[in-house]
């Protein structure tokens, strides 16, 4: 069993930044590729932003790249997300996941990952 809990959601203004937090437990957390998804009100859920086991690569959708990191700390069982630039659509509730596939790579779609946290609210006022 995988549990997956997220922090550091909030509001901000447009043009603020937010680090989100997402820590693991339950399994050799450094073997996995981890994720980022959102969902906003009324729309389905997106990915956001990937990284694979070792932290050596990544990968952003096009509506966050060059504005949000992802990072990881596997002594610490913690994947980041670091979102700088923010914008009133990037309000959302934000989801980490878990891929179950070791030494995976960057996997980009939800139905590749097995593993939800129960979310964060992000809200981006302008």
């Known amino acids: 069993q995988v549990q997956l809990v997220e922090s550091g959601g909030g509001l901000v203004q447009a043009g603020g930044s937010l680090r989100l937090s997402c820590a693991a437990s339950g399994r050799t957390f450094s073997r996995y590729a981890m994720g980022w998804f959102r969902q906003a009100p009324g729309k389905e859920r997106e990915f956001v932003a990937t990284?694979?086991?070792?932290?050596?690569?990544?990968y952003y959708a096009d509506s966050t790249k060059g504005r949000f990191t992802i990072s990881r700390d596997n002594a610490k069982n913690t994947v980041y997300l670091q979102m700088n630039s923010l914008k009133p659509e990037d309000t959302a509730v934000y989801y980490c996941?878990?891929?179950?596939?070791?030494?995976?790579?960057?996997?980009?779609?939800?139905?590749?990952?097995?593993?939800w946290g129960q979310g964060t609210q992000v809200t981006v006022s302008s």
């Open positions: 990284i694979n086991w070792s932290g050596g690569n990544t």
């Open positions: 996941a878990a891929d179950n596939t070791e030494w995976g790579n960057t996997p980009r779609n939800s139905y590749e990952y097995d593993y």
